[in-house]
């Protein structure tokens, strides 16, 4: 198994409540229910206001790199990160359990 976990950091001068914003995360929470091979799939907001905290948290799980591969090539996922392109930055870890 593969854990895909990714972190999103909102650019400058931009809120949660930003239309937007809205949108890319209901994107990647509708992502679970329409990718298969996704084993597991939870995403949400960050509940801190740490400073070094990101904003927006995905944690996921696929069987292995060819599953990976599908996911991150899957239309659905293209659609939902290039809404994020236009108003954050993220950095993920993807690592065998």
Known sequence: MIRHLVLFKLNEGVGRDDPRVIAGAQAFSALGDQIDGLH???????????????DFAINSAVEDGDALKRYLEHPAHQAAAAQWREFGTWVIADYEF
């Open 40 to 54: 597991f799939w939870e995403c949400g907001w960050n509940i801190t206001d740490r400073p070094i905290a990101y």
